[in-house]
């Protein structure tokens, strides 16, 4: 996946729960249309967004690079992850419409429901690539979300 700057602006600002109705490009930076809801509060956190944005392209990170960082955090924000990607029915990363939907439906088989991966080991190893996967098709899913905020796994990053 790849963002252009407005659309990638757009999103952080909502993101970040600031009411927009939208953001263009203007000669000079960027214009934020805000919701005639937003507070003064919201407004000024929106402006300090856009203020610092560098206004580079953002694409996919690799999935690799995401498993890394998922391995990287604590087994109680792990857990967390799991608990959150796991929950509902269907469960929420069952919902995924991404390019990467089929990878995680069997990355899920293997890790739930096939006896060929029988270790605990082996059972979070495919828990933890079925984040990544995940979270490459929901570039926020893992940047401090409500049910951790302690967790920071961007699923983009800047167009070098």
């Known amino acids: 996946m790849k963002l252009d ?3 990638y602006l757009d999103m952080e600002l909502k993101r970040q729960g600031i009411p927009i109705l939208g ?3 203007t000669p000079t930076g960027w214009a934020v249309q805000y919701d005639p809801a937003a507070t003064p509060a919201q407004i000024d956190q929106g402006n300090a967004v856009v203020a610092g944005f560098d206004g580079k392209w953002r694409q996919s990170r690799l999935i690799y690079d995401l498993y890394a960082n998922i ?3 604590s087994a109680a924000q792990k857990q967390n992850a799991w608990s959150a990607a796991t929950a509902g029915d269907p469960p929420l990363w069952a919902q995924d419409r991404g390019v990467n939907a089929a990878d995680l439906h069997i990355i899920w088989l293997l890790a739930t429901q096939l006896g060929v991966v029988s270790t605990v080991t082996d059972k979070n190893i495919c828990r933890q690539m079925l984040l990544a ?6 570039p926020y899913f893992l940047v401090q979300p ?3 905020t302690s967790i920071n796994v961007p699923g983009l990053e800047p167009v070098p």
């Open 5 to 7: 700057p407005t659309t």
């Open 23 to 25: 953001v263009s490009s």
């Open 71 to 73: 391995g990287a955090l």
């Open 133 to 138: 996967i995940y979270t490459q098709d929901n």
């Open 146 to 148: 409500s049910w951790d």
